[in-house]
């Protein structure tokens, strides 16, 4: 989670890096959810497809434009499973 202290900050996408040694332990999808300050509870607003080509690779998303205080990743990997 990246917590903004309570500040409201403009989001328009996220950057991710890989891991510098096995592929397997890379996320292939994430889910981003941000803070409604209002209602006080998170809201989804993208599901990624993630796709690293290199090891340590920083890759970048655009999301929907949003002003919060408070953003949440919800990282998965299926291909843990196949170890």
Do not use: W
């Amino acid at each position: 989670m990246i917590d903004c202290n309570g500040a409201a900050q403009k989001v328009h996408g996220i950057g991710l890096k890989s891991a510098n040694d096995c592929p397997h332990r890379d996320p292939d999808s994430a889910k981003v959810f941000i803070f409604d300050d209002a209602r006080k509870t998170f809201i989804h607003v993208s599901t990624l497809a993630l796709a690293f080509g290199e090891r340590f690779e920083t890759t970048h998303y655009k999301i929907p434009s949003s002003t919060t205080s408070a953003v949440l990743i919800e990282l998965h990997n299926n291909k843990a499973r196949e170890i």
